[in-house]
């Protein structure tokens, strides 16, 4: 893991949105970076103002999806050459070493695409994190920053977060339970009569931390049960409902 990397995990480990060895990783860092620490302490000091310490929801998607797994290339000895005739041996010895080689030369480029890729897919991933963790942070920390929340009829609860000053808000779903196997959580910013898709969970999914752009003119904030994949309009009747206005 790079610097960069492990900067860009100060997020996620205030919000305790990390795996084992990430947290480990980061705990040694933090013995070494004063800089790491104090921005810890104050994401940490901030997400004590939401209530009945619901900051315990990991981000969304974005952690979830992130780490997707990158396929390996695993290049295996070329197999051994038939038994063949006296006469045509050396011709034969020479042609399949020959194939050998140009084989390993392409499993070998064809490795170093596949970790050239790794390395820009890691460096965007960091990018993406680094840049989500800014913004949940200036939202988090704004002075007119209001918070609220209401529990889920099926066990949970949602808490909404808007500033503003920000001009945005922070969703923070944390359910009991997930939905049944065919059906998801979606979340709603409602304008009105109007109704608008915030962010879909996976199936099985129950956490999920949403940046809302715009979220203060809103008038609420709704949880719904959908099929897998979302809907375009909430299914009746909605599982959470947080009045904003």
Do not use: N
Request: hydrophobic share 40%.
């Amino acid at each position: 893991m790079t610097t960069d990397d492990i900067h860009a995990l100060v997020g996620a480990y205030a919000l305790d949105a990390v795996d084992d060895l990430e947290r480990a990783a980061f705990d040694r860092h933090l013995r070494d970076c004063e800089a790491c620490r104090s921005e810890v302490t104050e994401l940490q000091e901030t997400a004590a103002r939401m209530a009945d310490g619901a900051w315990s929801v990991p981000p969304p998607g974005l952690r979830d999806r992130v780490l997707a797994e990158i396929a390996t290339t695993r290049q295996e000895a070329p197999p051994a050459p038939a038994r063949v005739r006296r006469s045509g041996g050396l011709r034969l010895r020479l042609t399949a070493a020959a194939a050998a080689v140009v084989a390993a030369a392409v499993a070998g480029t064809t490795v170093f695409v596949v970790q050239e890729d790794r390395v820009r897919h890691e460096r965007a991933l960091a990018e993406q994190a680094r840049s989500g963790d800014s913004r949940v942070r200036a939202i988090l920390q704004s002075p007119d920053l209001v918070v609220r929340q209401e529990p889920l009829t099926t066990g949970g609860h949602v808490t909404v977060a808007s500033s503003r000053l920000q001009d945005a808000g922070v969703i923070l779903l944390a359910a009991r339970e997930a939905p049944a196997e065919d059906r998801v959580f979606e979340l709603w910013t409602l304008h009105g009569a109007t109704a608008l898709r915030a962010g879909t969970l996976d199936p099985g999914q129950t956490r999920i931390l949403q940046v809302v752009e715009g979220l203060p003119d809103s008038s609420e904030v709704g949880v719904t049960v959908e099929r897998v994949g979302g809907s375009d309009t909430p299914t009746q009747p909605m599982v959470g409902d947080v009045k904003l206005t």
